[in-house]
């Protein structure tokens, strides 16, 4: 930011500079127009040709040719200016944040053009201050309908900067989980499990609860929950669930994977066997193989998996109705 500030303010002596450089060859000029060598009076003329507003008042508004190409010609030096600050100051940074840096220098870039260009109209004696008192009501308006877009380029401003996120991250938001491929500053783009890229603003990462499960490293513990039968040998269980994990391509060996004993269930034995991928993005994949070699092991070694089961007890209540003892007799 103070880089930014340092740079507004070398503009600002290169427009004291190019105001002083105009003034010198207005004098120039008008020496030259007095002896009317090679036609310098039409040449006036034409760069003061433009339209008038409020003449004659102290908001009048005179947009002339000359002035009009001073703008373009101030803009054509900032811009090559920019570029240049753009390509050193990132000349020896890393591609990712070099990249984090062009997004939010692309929009500082933007603010930068409209002051260059209310700097560059105020030293040509434009009334900025009269046409900016007319454009209020637009500038409100506008305010009003990009208030959401504006919401999302602070979120990327602070995304960028504070580094929350990075390309790469494995994200959940609203039951989609996906891996980022690109940031903006104003949008994000994350590739889903079914391979679909979703398009997420900004301002979702300020407003809504976003998991990350690779901000602290990129390993992260899942698990394969499942149900034996009461009566089954429990270690026997546990060491099948770790020779399982143990076997399965995509597990760690370190950190190890264990087995919890979760729960006395209803119709079950809950056990659960906890592991450490290194690429959470195809856990499930992971976790289905896992499954089929459980279900296999607990077969060889007959382990059941039962399923919900209800006792319903039927008992015959004695007809103790006298009408029906008189029907029998």
């Known amino acids: 930011m103070k880089l930014l500030i340092s740079f507004i303010i ?130 409100v308006g506008l305010g009003l309908a990009l208030q959401e877009l504006f919401q999302d380029v602070i979120g990327g401003v602070f995304i960028i900067t504070d580094k929350s996120l990075h390309v790469g991250d494995i994200i959940e938001m609203e039951g989609r989980v996906g891996r980022v491929i690109e940031i903006k500053l104003r949008t994000t783009r994350a590739l889903t499990r079914d391979d679909k890229v979703i398009i997420i603003p900004n301002h979702k990462f300020i407003s809504d609860t976003i998991f990350n499960y690779t901000q602290n490293h990129k390993t992260t513990r899942e698990a394969v929950k499942v149900g034996v039968a009461y009566g089954s040998d429990t270690e026997k269980v546990k060491q099948i669930l770790l020779d399982c994990a143990a076997e399965q391509r995509g597990i760690l060996k370190k950190p190890a994977p264990f087995v919890l004993f979760e729960d006395f269930a209803d119709s079950a034995l809950l056990f659960g066997v906890y592991f450490f991928v290194s690429d959470s993005f195809v856990d499930p994949k992971i976790k289905s193989e896992l499954r089929f070699n459980i279900d296999k092991k607990f077969r060889l070694n007959n382990v059941s998996i039962p399923f919900p089961q209800r006792d319903v007890h039927i008992f015959n209540q004695p007809n103790n109705n006298p009408n029906n003892n008189l029907a029998n007799d």
Do not use: C
């Not at 503009?11 to 003034?23: F, I, P, R």
């Open 10 to 139: 070398l503009l600002q002596d290169v427009q004291d500079k190019v105001k002083e450089s105009v003034e010198k060859a207005e004098e120039g000029v008008e020496k030259a127009i007095e002896t009317d060598i090679l036609g310098w009076g039409s040449i006036k003329e034409f760069l003061n040709y433009g339209p008038r507003w409020n003449a004659g008042t102290d908001k009048e508004i005179h947009l002339t040719v000359g002035m009009l190409l001073l703008v373009i010609l101030v803009f054509l030096i900032t811009t090559y200016a920019l570029r240049f600050f753009r390509k050193f100051y990132t000349r020896k940074m890393e591609i990712e944040d070099k990249n984090k840096f062009i997004s939010i220098f692309s929009f500082f870039k933007y603010v930068i053009y409209l002051f260059v260009i209310i700097i560059t109209l105020n030293s040509a004696g434009v009334q900025i201050t009269a046409l900016l008192a007319a454009s209020a009501a637009l500038f």
